[in-house]
């Protein structure tokens, strides 16, 4: 049962809301006025936090000093806000003039008093729960931007809003999406550059062909859209910049997959340069040799776009990862700063993608100015920086007819989404990190292109799947599984590096026993570091070692990047809480979620605070009940298998994590309705979409099988008492 003050919550009344607070504040005359003049003038009011990253360079550190090395031990819990989902946080809050903007699951957006957490409004854009078939990564929101009075969010869906910052009425709404036959989403913050604000798209693991568009600040009104990767050549080119593009693919690549590229993340923008900066995805699909058969770098995959926001055009491009074939996309969050390298002071971008180099640029030009390793790699040696280009090795190439072959790092990176922050005091960037690789298998000589739904091509073992048991695999991923697990590379653990750019080298690390604790970084003048865990604690370092000066559990899973800001003279720092994406399909063991539930908050800290209230522990789930009697062959539960890693597994990973149904312990009435309910949408209401234009009638029966095989395997474990062995292909990576 829920606390009634986490009842009250879900309640749209401001007085309602956030009761375990401190004081009011008064409301400000006008609601998020930021601008250009006031946004590059982001230091001379440190109490601010006026993009997603504080300033125009998204450094995510702070000026504040209040909260330091000898403070820290006395912070506590200011205030907290429920937002009644049980879906993945991934957005830092904007703070302007004493509210707090942020946004949730498939685009909601909350503006709170950000000294006591009470609602001023909140916004949900009712996105079509169908479209949850086409998250890779769950139904998260990376953030809104705010701008001279209007608050910009992308719903998962793909309509784009510009609401009224005091109200959160709609002053416009746009669908960006141009193509519905395909598995579009948008799960990215927006970037306002000069007079339009900017969205981009996910879904390359599916069917998407990538784009960014540009909307009029005031009005909705589309100025321009740019396409990252030709379409069908027969049918020509939307704007000039393609027509390079395609020369660098095989005239009959598989268009009809997509081709991907989507730029699902990172953007920035220069106002003094006026260049919009947009990073793009990776292929689809992953392997190289059948998507673009006659060779070619696939331009703009995984790459860097500057473009001229006033016109669309493209000013420079790099790209990182020629004819990517391991989902190394170029969308993890820009820093943009100002370095003295070399003896030269340069305006520069830095990037540390998932591919596993730290890459520095001329921000004016592109100009490539280093390239370092911040994690283990065998992908690549080197990156060449006369050509830009990396050196490829023979171990990570692939085709149809080879064996696994063993690549890092795996598709989670290195780093993705999870911000890093920049110090310029130190001069140090701090980069949550993955090491770990990935078994890359194409089992399937020509992809048959299934519309909407998972079409990488490939099974991709990764993170907790190499310690999967090998014997539960067929050849030849079952000899593979023993030479890594033989080799000591199958174990992932996660770091927190503070990188040199300047030297390129790694200067101290903080390293965890788990590879999914990565949660997103603030750095602070304070000398300190701030950052959440998977398993539910929120920890305070020290800048210039990574010793641990405070920990705080919080009970809910944090991935997050903090932030923080002030009101009335007292420095606060607020996370958002709830676990979800990141590109795995359910909690591990160790996370928050599987003691303490899932439930999202909105968590603020403040020094002299209280203590943080725990979430109530989740109830066990019940016994498994005997499941039903099993409806088909051996060959027709392999094949739902099969089927079941592709379409179902994202969702539903065959445990009990309170966020989407475990089958195993379906009813006799559910059972019974499956087909129903599968391939008819009978549950679309509730959220379960339907899968009749996908899936066929004999599927949906191979899909019931093997999940009746799952029950059964779990139910006689449970019986016997015996250790579950159970390896579901759940994970969104194995297709």
């Known amino acids: 049962m829920r606390r009634s003050w986490r009842v009250l919550a879900l309640i749209p009344i401001a007085a309602l809301v956030g009761l375990r607070a401190f004081g009011d504040p008064a409301a400000p005359a006008k609601y998020a006025q930021v601008d250009t003049k006031r946004l590059m003038a982001a230091d001379s009011e440190p109490g601010n936090w006026m993009t997603s990253g504080r300033d125009f360079g998204q450094g995510h550190f702070s000026p504040l000093t209040e909260i ?79 701008w001279e009075g209007m608050v910009y969010v992308a719903a998962l869906d793909g309509r784009m809003f510009g609401l009224d910052a005091k109200t959160g009425k709609v002053v416009w709404n746009a669908d960006t999406i141009v193509d519905k036959s395909r598995g579009y989403t948008s799960t990215g913050a927006p970037q306002v550059a000069g007079s339009v604000v900017v969205i981009g798209n996910a879904g390359a693991d599916y069917d998407a062909r990538g784009y960014v568009s540009a909307y009029d600040l005031k009005t909705g009104a589309l100025r321009w859209r740019f396409f990252a990767v030709p379409g069908d050549l027969k049918k020509g080119f939307e704007h000039p910049e393609l027509r390079m593009a395609a020369r660098t693919w095989d005239p009959d690549s598989r268009w009809d997959v997509g081709g991907g590229g989507t730029p699902w993340g990172g953007m920035g923008y220069d106002p003094k340069l006026n260049l919009l900066y947009v990073g793009t995805g990776n292929a689809a699909l992953y392997n190289w040799h059948e998507r673009s058969p006659k060779g070619g770098d696939n331009l703009f995959l995984a790459s860097i776009l500057a473009l001229n926001p006033d016109t669309g055009r493209l000013v420079w491009y790099y790209q990182e990862v020629p004819r990517d074939s391991w989902d190394y996309t170029a969308t993890a969050p820009f820093i943009l700063a100002d370095l003295k390298l070399k003896g030269e ?146 174990q992932s653990f996660s770091a927190l590096k503070a990188f040199d750019p300047q030297t390129g080298k790694v200067v101290w690390e903080k390293r965890t026993t788990q590879w999914w604790d990565r949660g997103g970084v603030l750095a602070t003048a304070g000398g300190l570091l701030f950052q959440g865990t998977d398993d539910g604690h929120f920890r305070v370092l020290d800048i210039r070692d990574g010793t641990v000066l405070k920990d705080i559990f919080v009970g809910t899973s944090i991935m997050a990047a903090p932030m923080t800001y002030t009101i009335d003279g007292v420095q606060y720092v607020a996370v958002m809480a709830a676990w979800g994406g990141g590109g795995w399909a359910m909690p591990h063991q160790t996370s928050a979620v599987t003691t303490y539930g899932n439930e999202g908050r909105i968590i603020a800290f403040r020094l002299d605070g209280g203590a943080v209230p725990i979430p109530p522990v989740v109830a066990p789930p019940p016994p498994i009940p005997e499941p039903p009697k099993q409806i088909g062959s051996a060959d027709d539960i392999a094949k739902g298998g099969q089927l079941y890693g592709g379409t179902c597994g994202l969702c539903h990973a065959n445990v009990s994590n309170g966020m989407t149904p475990d089958l195993r312990r379906l009813s006799p009435a559910t059972h019974a309705a499956f087909k129903d309910i599968v391939l008819h949408g009978a549950l679309r209401a509730a959220g379960m979409p339907q899968w009749d234009d996908v899936l066929s009638e004999k599927d949906v029966d191979d899909i019931h099988a093997y999940v009746i095989d799952e029950a059964w395997r779990a139910y006689r474990t449970q019986q016997t008492g015996t250790k579950d062995m159970s390896t579901p292909l759940a994970s969104p990576m194995a297709h």
């Open 68 to 146: 330091n090395r000898d403070t820290v031990k006395r912070l506590g819990f200011a205030w907290d806000y429920d937002t009644g989902t049980t879906r993945g946080f991934e957005a830092t809050p904007i703070v302007v003039d004493g509210v707090l903007y942020t946004s949730g699951v498939a685009g909601r957006v909350y503006a709170l008093d950000a000294k006591t957490g009470k609602a001023l409004w909140t916004f949900d854009p009712q996105a079509d729960g169908q479209v949850n078939r086409y998250g890779c990564c769950d139904a998260v929101n990376r953030g809104v931007a705010v």
């Open 345 to 490: 002071n340069r305006k520069v971008l830095m990037h540390a993608p998932k591919d596993g180099f730290f890459y520095i640029l001329d921000r004016k030009t592109g100009k490539l100015l280093s390239a370092d390793k911040y994690v283990p790699m065998n992908w690549a040696t080197k990156v060449d920086l006369k050509t830009g280009r990396p050196e490829i090795t023979a171990a990570a190439d692939y085709d149809y007819g080879d064996k696994p072959k063993f690549i890092a790092p795996s598709g989670m990176g290195g780093h993705s989404w999870n911000p890093m922050a920049y110090d310029p005091d130190t001069g140090l960037v701090y980069i949550p990190t993955i090491e770990g690789g990935s078994l890359v298998w194409d089992r399937t000589k020509g992809h048959v292109y299934r519309p909407k739904t998972a079409n990488s091509g490939n099974q991709i073992f990764f993170g907790d799947m190499l310690m999967f048991d090998p014997a539960r695999f067929p050849e030849p991923m079952r000899s593979a599984l023993v030479d890594v697990q033989k080799s000591g590379e199958a």
